[in-house]
């Protein structure tokens, strides 16, 4: 299953995307929460029932121990967002001053929800927030790249407006070619498009020059109990938010495959440690009590 990074130029429902395609995911999923400025799920969605013990800024410790410790600490710190543990959260920073202890972790973090993906079938969709250009390139403390680097897609998250296209245009060309020079290449970059303006699908790609992988409607109900948590609104389970939500998924799924093919990428060779303790994760399931 894919690795699929969302990110935004501006606060554009980064947050609410990735938490609606990890609750619709026909497959068992994880939602790591990994923007720099902070997470909101914890707060929001969860109402404050995971409380700081848990979360990414642990695992920065852990990653200096080894990759067995990392990943029985990322284990540990998932969050069930189901009472059958089938999808899961990694809690994000509390503070955004943590941001800095965790340019190591990076790449070990995106080593670990690789083999989540690879090994286990997790469909894995990554917050990455807003992204932080500094001089052309992504910034080192303000933007996880190397989750981007070695995602198999990086969604940039816009809104059919102007405004949203506007701010978005100055983010395409850099990310481009960010993914070429250090990325899996830069087709991996796709547009997630959230129907609220008067411009569409088509409209959109043609802007940017970048495809739309997949769009969801505009669906306020919906997006407000994902923000905010609390009683689902009425249909909640057949909204259209979800609905389509549950659809792109297996677009992101079939865009990965595709360019597996036609780049015929080797497969991953998957750390022992880690794909140990995370097959047992798998096996495992479960709600926390």
Known sequence: MPVTVLVSAKSCGVTTSAL???LASKRPSLLAECDPAGG???AGFLQGEAGAGFGLY???AAERTGPDVLAQAFAAHLWPMDEAGHRKLLPGLTDPGQAAALGRTW???S???HVLAGEAGYDVFIDAGRLTLESGSLHTTLTPAPLLHQADLVLLVVRGTEQSLTLARHVTDPLRTELAERGSGPDALGLLLIEDG???AHQVTEALKVPVLAALPYDPATAGYLTAGGRPPRGYGRSPLLRHARIATEQFEAAASRRAIQQQYPPRTANPQLA???QRLNERGGARG
């Open 198 to 200: 008067p411009y569409r």
């Open 20 to 22: 609606a395609l990890a």
């Open 40 to 42: 909101t799920i914890r």
């Open 276 to 278: 140990g303790v995370l």
């Open 58 to 60: 642990h695992l920065a």
């Open 107 to 109: 790449p070990a973090l």
């Open 111 to 113: 080593e670990v929800v």
